[in-house]
Each structure stands twice: as C-alpha cells, then as structure tokens.
C-alpha cells in the first residue's frame, strides 16, 4: 500500500511538470502575449506603457483596430485600439498608461461601436480578454467598486493569472444574471468616460467620438438608443456629435454586420482620416 502511495505521488507529481512545461514555456519572455486569442490587446498596453513622438492617440473596439490597425499607426497617429472586451475601464487603463509614460497629447480619439459602450464587463469574453491582460497588481489601483464588484461575479476569476490558465486560450462558461436598465451606457462606461473626461481635462487634451460605419440592419436599434443617457457620462456635447456623424452601409459591406469586410477597410481608412483624424 505504501508503495502504491508513493508510486501514486510520484505520477502526480509527473504529470503536473508536464502539464507545467507548454505553459512556462509560453510564459518565459511573454511568448504566450503573441499567440493566445486577443494577442491584440497585448500589444496594445505594450504600447501604451512606450514614449513616443505622436500627439495624437486613438482608442478603440475591433473596429476600431480595424481602421487603425495598432501595430500600423505609430507615427502621426498612434493608435491603442483593440477590442471591445477589455470593457472602457481597460480602454481608460490603456489612455492612462500612455500619459504616465510622459506623452504629450493635444487630441485622443475615441473610434467605438456604440453597442461596445454596453459592456459591463458581463459578457463570456471578460475572463479571457479582460482579465487575463488586466488582473494584476498594477492594475487593481484603477478598479472601481463598480469593477470590482463585476469581477468577483465570475467564477475562477481568482485563478486568471494561473500559467496553465493564462498562457492558453480557456476561459469558463459564464452567463451573467445582471439586470439591464440602459441602452448605450453600462455603469462601467459611464464611470470610465468620466474618468476620461477628467484626464482631458488635466492633461489639456480634446477628446474627440468618431463613430464606425454602421450596418443598415443595426440603424434602427443604434436609433432607439436612449441618447440622453450620455448626459451621466459628462460627454454629452461629444456624444451628440457622435450621434450626429453616423453614417449607414448596406448590409453586403460587412463580414458580420459589424466588422467591414477587407476591401471596404482601407477605402474607409482613408475617409476616415480625411474627415475625422485630422
């Protein structure tokens, strides 16, 4: 029995250095960053934390990323777009990094679906795309009650920075049970897009909402959004003009009713520079 005991231990012990190896690998140098789903959002806080020379900065969904791509825009225009998922308080950390980093920014644009603006961080992405880059010591400073109080809603969230858990790409099934009594503003925008309305503020940058092409389909349900709920955000001005800049597509344009298919994107880069990233 002792022999079956040790036996047992030795196995187990095995068995976990195996399971150990892929993962410590990944994890050496940050290989995994490169590699996992939302490799993008990776790359974006690296940029984010990097001095550079631009002035002007832009923050955004996948939409976003895809206009301006943040591997592409470096220069004239750095862009720290990525995806919707990391929620407006990853976006607000991205932003914050950038000027802690010593940048000077005369304009910041926000390229955002306004669906995106909904998230609170509730949705089955949040473990892998927001928890995973941002659960860390460095980051909790800028939790909210608001986020920290979604965070603890989802299951294993104490384990996201766990190597087996963070180099690959599982994440547990999670169905929120939130309530919903808004259109636009998820309580964790609104608390962010105030917190990015202040560092307007105390950094003298403008701040500037662009909306995306959006899909005729999803016109009516942009239109019954409940506009004045901007007002809690402290960009009610912006958002009016956001509003009042949307511009429809037919259906045909888009991979997914969201995301442009890859001919349109580089036709619209070009009309979005010419009209909105001056």
Not at 35 to 50: R, T
Not at 167 to 178: K, N, V
Not at 184 to 189: A, K, T
Not at 191 to 213: A, D, G, N, R
């Amino acid at each position: 029995m002792k022999k079956f005991i040790l036996n047992s231990v030795y196995f187990l012990l095995i068995l976990s250095l195996v399971a150990h190896i892929r993962p410590l690998y990944r994890l050496y140098n940050d290989r995994y960053k490169e590699v996992v789903l939302g490799n993008e959002i990776y790359y974006s806080i690296f940029k984010s934390k990097q001095k550079k020379k631009s002035k002007k900065v832009l923050i955004g969904d996948s939409v976003g990323n895809q206009l301006f791509n943040n591997k592409k825009n470096n220069d004239t225009i750095n862009s720290l777009a990525c995806n919707q998922s990391i929620g407006l308080v990853g976006h607000f950390i991205l932003l914050n990094n950038y000027l802690n980093a010593g940048n000077e920014v005369d304009t910041v644009y926000m390229l955002f679906s306004p669906f995106s603006f909904r998230n609170n961080l509730n949705q089955v992405f949040t473990y892998h795309y927001f928890l995973k880059p941002f659960y860390n010591k460095e980051n909790k400073p800028y939790f909210t009650e608001t986020v920290a109080k979604q965070i603890d809603k989802i299951p294993y969230h104490n384990l996201c920075q766990y190597p087996i858990i963070l180099t690959s790409d599982w994440a547990p099934d999670f169905t929120s049970e939130d309530s919903v009594d808004y259109t636009v503003f998820s309580p964790i925008s609104v608390e962010y897009l105030q917190k990015i309305k202040e560092l307007s503020i105390s950094h003298h940058f403008k701040l500037i909402l662009v909306p995306p092409p959006a899909s005729f389909t999803n016109k009516p349900l942009i239109e019954k959004m409940n506009k004045e709920e901007a007002v809690k955000t402290g960009l009610k001005e912006e958002f009016d003009t956001y509003f009042n800049d949307f511009f429809y597509l037919p259906d045909n344009k888009f991979t997914d009713g969201t995301h442009l298919i890859k001919p349109e994107v580089e036709k619209y880069t070009r009309y979005y520079r010419t009209r909105f990233i001056k």
